[in-house]
Every structure is written in structure tokens, then in C-alpha cells.
């Protein structure tokens, strides 16, 4: 129902920043939480960041203090800004979003294609 296009994705050394943004290309419903995942070779995906259509945000407790998710509600676009970067973030970042199926509150849940963010020790 709605594409997620993400981008900055990159490689950097340890201590350095990325921001990463996923912007929705349409939503007739509207878009409820937005969020960022990640997967590592070998492991599952797990949640970085959600960010509901309100504001209200959550952090995996090893991005805490270092990550910062915000959205544009206009732009129908979710931005993680990632500092201090560390080795362990190394993985590809998914963007998610719940999106409004109907008026009555049906949703789907809708993926990007992913970006890879490398860090180097």
C-alpha cells in the first residue's frame, strides 16, 4: 500500500554518525508508528527505534543515548540519527512502517528494502 524509500546508508569508522531517513511514498489512511530495525549476518532482526505518529519514542537498550529517531508527518518521512557509531551497529537498517488500511483502523505493516550501514574499528 505505500513504498519506503531509504537512504544513508554508508561506511564509517567507530565514533562517526550516519543519518539514516525512509520516506513514505503515499499513504491514503495515514501512517501510525514508524520505525527502524536492523539485522546482523547470522542474527535476527531486532528493533532500533519506534516513533509513533504522536511523537512518542522507544530505543533498543544499545542504541540509548547515541540514536535519535524523529519524524516529518508532512513528508511522511522517519530519520534515525546515528552517533557514536560502533562496530556492533554493523547491519542492514530497515525501515517500518504501520500503515492505515481503512478508516476504521485496519493496518499493514509495510517494509523498506533495507541500507547498509557499516562501521569500522
Known amino acids: 500500500q505505500v513504498q519506503l524509500v531509504e537512504a544513508g546508508g554508508g561506511l564509517v569508522q567507530a565514533g562517526g554518525s550516519l543519518r539514516l531517513s525512509c520516506a513514505a511514498s503515499?499513504?491514503?489512511?495515514?501512517?501510525?508508528?514508524m520505525g527502524w530495525y536492523r539485522q546482523a549476518p547470522g542474527k535476527q532482526r531486532e528493533l532500533v527505534a519506534v516513533?509513533?505518529?504522536?511523537?512518542?519514542?522507544n530505543y533498543a537498550d544499545s542504541v540509548k543515548g547515541r540514536f535519535t529517531i524523529s519524524r516529518d508527518n508532512a513528508k511522511n518521512t522517519v530519520y534515525l540519527q546515528m552517533n557514536s557509531l560502533k562496530p556492533e551497529d554493523t547491519a542492514v537498517y530497515y525501515c517500518?512502517?504501520?500503515?492505515?488500511?481503512?478508516?476504521?483502523?485496519?493496518?499493514?505493516?509495510?517494509w523498506g528494502q533495507g541500507t547498509q550501514v557499516t562501521v569500522s574499528s
Open positions: 516513533i509513533t505518529s504522536g511523537g512518542s519514542t
Open positions: 517500518k512502517a504501520d500503515v492505515r488500511t481503512s478508516y476504521y483502523g485496519s493496518s499493514a505493516t509495510s
Open positions: 503515499r499513504s491514503i489512511f495515514g501512517i501510525d508508528a
